[in-house]
T-cell receptor, first 117, second 114 residues
Framework: NAGVMQNPRHLVRRRGQEARLRCSPMKGHSHVYWYRQLPEEGLKFMVY????????ESGMPKERFSAEFPKEGPSILRIQQVVRGDSAAYFCASSPRTDPGDRREQYFGPGTRLTVT | AQSVTQLGSHVSVSEGALVLLRCNYS??????LFWYVQYPNQGLQLLLK??????LVKGINGFEAEFKKSETSFHLTKPSAHMSDAAEYFC????????????FGSGTRLQVQP
């Protein structure tokens, strides 16, 4: 059973370009979460999605950032007009639709390391 | 609102010594608590979790943690450190409500000296 897949693993963008980060959840999982890890810091929640729905985007910056999780295909985190401060590791996690015992477990992907030059 | 405080951004122990990584949380509702480990340039791996029931939780790789409600703590321990335990450890909390987002501490980097 493949784990959470993220691609690309490393992404370099110049200031002003767009960054697209992809996340394929574990098989059977329909909940996806995006977190950002700045250098020397812990992970910060950005957004929580189910298929075709954004459930909680309280951690998303108000501008330039968007996320989707279409009916088919991976979840996409999109950053428009990137700036140096967007340089970070972006992690995706997934969990199943029904969670026996409500264990709230999230399974993390390897992350995408975005560098803005 | 909830928050997680990990005391000590760096902890160094000798191989074979006790590992103690501290985590305190604040939460307005009963929390679910987690410890994750992150090896360099990798994602996070779940070590153990507390949801309900027994307050002493055993995880993988010989780690365990005890939920102490009166102290709002969830410290991670391992009786005998191994070189392979060197990594970054994160404590996380999510409330016992519909909200599922994890709130992470800032992490503790564990070094194991030979």
């Amino acid at each position: 059973n493949a784990g959470v897949m993220q691609n690309p693993r490393h992404l370099v963008r110049r200031r002003g370009q767009e960054a697209r980060l992809r996340c394929s959840p574990m098989k059977g999982h329909s909940h996806v979460y995006w977190y950002r890890q700045l250098p020397e810091e812990g992970l910060k929640f950005m957004v929580y999605l189910q298929k075709e729905n954004i459930i909680d985007e309280s951690g998303m910056p108000k501008e330039r950032f968007s996320a989707e999780f279409p009916k088919e295909g991976p979840s996409i985190l999109r950053i428009q007009q990137v700036v140096r401060g967007d340089s970070a590791a972006y992690f995706c996690a997934s969990s199943p639709r029904t969670d026996p015992g409500d264990r709230r477990e999230q399974y993390f992907g390897p992350g995408t390391r975005l560098t803005v030059t | 609102a909830q928050s997680v405080t990990q005391l000590g951004s760096h902890v160094s122990v000798s191989e074979g010594a006790l590992v103690l990584l501290r985590c305190n949380y604040s939460s307005s509702v009963p929390p679910y608590l987690f410890w994750y480990v992150q090896y360099p340039n990798q994602g996070l791996q779940l070590l153990l979790k507390y949801t309900t029931g027994a307050t002493l939780v055993k995880g993988i790789n010989g780690f365990e943690a005890e939920f102490k409600k009166s102290e709002t703590s969830f410290h991670l321990t391992k009786p005998s450190a191994h070189m392979s335990d060197a990594a970054e450890y994160f404590c996380a909390v999510t409330p016992d409500t519909g909200r599922r987002a994890l709130t992470f501490g800032s992490g503790t980097r564990l070094q194991v000296q030979p």
